[in-house]
């Protein structure tokens, strides 16, 4: 071994240390930066290079796969990082659920256990400690398999930018439902309708559609808050969907 190449190994030794001792030091108040990028783990591009830009060629998501950023983000910002409850500003217990790094390291998740608080909060069937609290409805049994899917998984910042878009056949009861579950009415529900919006019936979400302000929300026009609140845009595809539902007539077909 040359003089040359142990030194690089050393100085090599030296900037994983750092970095380990740099990633260790959780004060619970400092959240670990540079964020996390997401790895697009899309069908048929799965190239895992982590810029987050799929090239829109992908096949499709992996139906078995839970998306973080693409399905459990949504839920934790709807149902749980409202103000209030755990966005940053109430962080109620110090737990903030509104982006990777923070459910990662607030909500003390640890990739393939589902023996931590996050599981129990939202699977207890003890009234006075289950999360979401009453008025707002508990998560349905498919958003907690989601939760439960994406930790077993290793609990991945992972992004799916697959690039089909079905608007073929966009319905109420088969699109808009789900999409307004998984990212609405945590804080638009009956018992709580934030801004007055219920969007947990179709009375609701209809009057919202009418008035333009659910079309104009997701697509962040001015003049209407930006919706969902606090989060990322809703995907394209999604925005497109809820644009075409309304252009049929915002049916409860
Ligand atoms: C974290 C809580 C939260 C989430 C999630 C959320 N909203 Fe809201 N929404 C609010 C609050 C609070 C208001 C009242 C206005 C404000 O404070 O911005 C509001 C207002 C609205 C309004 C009225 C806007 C206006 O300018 O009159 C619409 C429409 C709306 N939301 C739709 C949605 C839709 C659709 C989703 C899901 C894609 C969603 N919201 C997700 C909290 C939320």
């Not at 970095?19 to 030091?25: D, R």
């Not at 608080?117 to 003890?126: Q, Y």
């Not at 609405?184 to 309708?193: A, E, K, L, M, V």
């Not at 969902?228 to 007539?249: V, Y």
């Amino acid at each position: 071994m040359t003089m040359k190449s142990s030194a690089r190994i050393f100085l090599g030794l030296l900037l994983s240390l750092l970095f380990v001792l740099a990633s260790c030091k959780h004060d619970p108040d400092v959240i670990p930066t540079p964020p996390v990028t997401p790895i697009d783990n899309g069908n048929g591009n799965g190239n895992g290079n982590g810029n987050g830009n799929g090239n829109g060629n992908s096949a499709s998501c992996d139906p078995d796969t839970a998306y973080f950023q693409n399905d459990v983000l949504p839920l934790f910002i709807s149902n749980c990082a409202m103000s209030g409850c755990h966005d940053a500003g109430s962080h109620k217990e110090g737990i903030i659920l509104d982006s990777y790094q923070n459910i990662m390291v607030t909500g003390n998740i640890r990739p393939f256990r589902l023996d931590g608080k996050i599981m129990e909060a939202i699977t207890t069937s003890d009234p006075d400690d289950r999360m979401p609290p009453a008025p707002s409805p508990t998560m349905t049994s498919a958003q907690i398999n989601l939760i439960q899917n994406w930790i077993s998984q290793g609990a991945l910042n992972n992004l799916c930018t697959a690039g089909n878009c079905d608007t073929s056949n966009v319905t109420y009861s088969g699109l808009i439902v789900p999409l307004m579950q998984n990212q609405c009415i945590g804080c638009h529900n009956t018992g709580n309708p934030r801004g007055g919006v219920n969007l947990e019936t179709y009375a609701g979400v209809q009057s919202v559609a009418l008035d333009g302000r659910l079309f104009g929300s997701v697509n962040w026009d001015t003049g209407i808050s930006a919706m969902p609140k606090n989060s990322n845009k809703m995907a394209d595809c999604e925005i497109a969907q809820i644009r075409i539902w309304i252009q049929n007539g915002s049916q409860n077909n």
